[in-house]
């Protein structure tokens, strides 16, 4: 029992570093372009539009390799570590 869930904590960790990783890549690219990186990922976030994400240094298909749900996961655990 303990080894899986050592598995998993570990599997949790890859997962939020890795959309980390992705939303700072994906916020970078939305900045150089001017956009508002908020706003965007919002609009992605909820619509699952793409079209919300530039194309610029190929941000738009970074942000497709994670999930959505993933990705909110990840910021809501994020903001209630911080609490």
Known sequence: ???Q???FADQAKDTG???HDII????????EKGYNP?????GYLI???PTYITNHNGARGV???IERDE?????????????
């Open 47 to 49: 619509s699952g539009d």
């Open 17 to 19: 570093q890795r959309a």
């Open 63 to 65: 942000i497709r390799r």
């Open 1 to 3: 029992m303990i080894d």
């Open 5 to 7: 869930d050592r598995a």
């Open 24 to 31: 700072a890549e994906v916020m970078l690219a939305l900045e």
């Open 71 to 83: 990705l909110l996961e990840v910021i809501l655990q994020d903001y209630i570590d911080r609490l």
């Open 38 to 42: 908020i706003h965007q990922l919002v």
